[in-house]
C-alpha cells in the first residue's frame, strides 16, 4: 500500500509543470534543503509571457506610461487676475453665473420695460434677479447727486416701505401669491424710465413745466409696465386698475425726488 501510494504521487508531481522535473542534490551548510531556489532567469512558466509584457490580450490593454499626466483642463498659475477667469476646471460655470448675473435675463427684462405695449410672457419673471434692479437704483441715485440732489436715502426708504406694500398688496388680491424677492426685481426693473428721468435732470432743471411733463411721464410709464408684469405673472388681469393705483403713488415718490430736492427748505432757514 505505501509503494503504490508513493508511485502514484510520484507519477502525478511528475507531470506537474510546476516543480522542477530533476531532483536537487542537497548542499551541505544549506538551510531548508527541502526548497532550492530556482536560477535567476528561470521561470516556473514556459515559453513567452507575452499576455503580460506590456498589454493584455482580451482582457484590456496596459499602455506603459510615457510620462506623468494629469487629467483635465488646469490652467497654470497667474496673477490675480486669473481668479476671475472661468476656464479653471472642465464643467465649472462662470462667475458670473455663479454671482446670478445674467446679461441677456437683464437685457430682455430691460427691453420688456422700454416697450410696455408688446406682450410680455407670464415667464418673464421666473429667473428673478437683483442684479439689473441694484443697477438701476444706482444709477438713479448717482444721476440725482449730480445734479445736487444727494437723495440716497430717501431712495432707500421710499423702495423698502413701497416694495413691502405691494408686496403685501399682492398676496391679498392674488390668488396665485409671490414671494417678495420676485416683487422688488420687478419694481426695481420698471424704474427705468424713472433712471431716464435722473440723467435728464443733471443737464435740465425739473422743476418747471417740462420737468413735471417728462415726470408724469415717466410715471406713468413705470407704473403700465409694472402692472403689466404683475398682472401677466399673477394672471390678474381683471384688477389692473386697481393694482395700478398703488403702484402709481410709489413711482411718483421716485419722481418727487427727482424734480424737488428734500431738505433744501429746512437747509436755508438754518
Known amino acids: 500500500m505505501w509503494q503504490d501510494n508513493s508511485a502514484a504521487y510520484g507519477a502525478s508531481s511528475s507531470q506537474n509543470a510546476y516543480y522542477p522535473q530533476q531532483p536537487v542534490a542537497p548542499q551541505p551548510g544549506v538551510p531548508l534543503q527541502f526548497y532550492a531556489p530556482s536560477p535567476v532567469g528561470s521561470s516556473f512558466y514556459g515559453g513567452s509571457r507575452s499576455s503580460l509584457d506590456g498589454h493584455v490580450g482580451a482582457q484590456g490593454s496596459i499602455q506603459p506610461a510615457s510620462g506623468p499626466g494629469f487629467g483635465g483642463n488646469i490652467q497654470p498659475a497667474g496673477g490675480w487676475w486669473t481668479a476671475f477667469g472661468t ?15 445674467n446679461f441677456s435675463h437683464i437685457r430682455a427684462k430691460s427691453l420688456a420695460v422700454l416697450n410696455p405695449l408688446s406682450r410680455v ?5 421666473d429667473d428673478a434677479d437683483l442684479a439689473g434692479p441694484l443697477l438701476f437704483v444706482f444709477c438713479f441715485g448717482t444721476f440725482l447727486l449730480f445734479s445736487g440732489k444727494p437723495q440716497f436715502g430717501y431712495i432707500y426708504g421710499v423702495g423698502v416701505l413701497g416694495s413691502l ?10 390668488e396665485k401669491g409671490i414671494d417678495a424677492y420676485r416683487v422688488v426685481s420687478v419694481l426695481g426693473y420698471c424704474l427705468l424710465p424713472m433712471v431716464a428721468v435722473g440723467a435728464l435732470s443733471v ?5 418747471g413745466m417740462l420737468g ?9 410709464w413705470c407704473t403700465y409696465a409694472a ?3 404683475f398682472v401677466a405673472v399673477l394672471r390678474m388681469s381683471e384688477q389692473r386698475l386697481l ?10 415718490c421716485f419722481a418727487l425726488l427727482s424734480v424737488f430736492n428734500a431738505g433744501v427748505g ?4 438754518k
Do not use: R
Request: proline residues 5%.
Open 212 to 220: 413735471y411733463v417728462f415726470s408724469t411721464l415717466s410715471i406713468l
Open 121 to 125: 410672457d407670464e415667464h418673464i419673471m
Open 165 to 174: 406694500s405691494i408686496y403685501t398688496l399682492l398676496n391679498l388680491m392674488s
Open 243 to 252: 393694482l395700478a393705483y398703488p403702484i402709481g403713488l410709489l413711482y411718483g
Open 227 to 229: 402692472s403689466g408684469i
Open 266 to 269: 429746512g437747509g436755508s432757514a
Open 203 to 207: 443737464v435740465v432743471t425739473l422743476d
Open 87 to 101: 476656464g479653471g476646471f472642465e464643467g465649472e460655470p462662470p462667475l458670473l453665473e455663479e454671482l446670478g448675473i
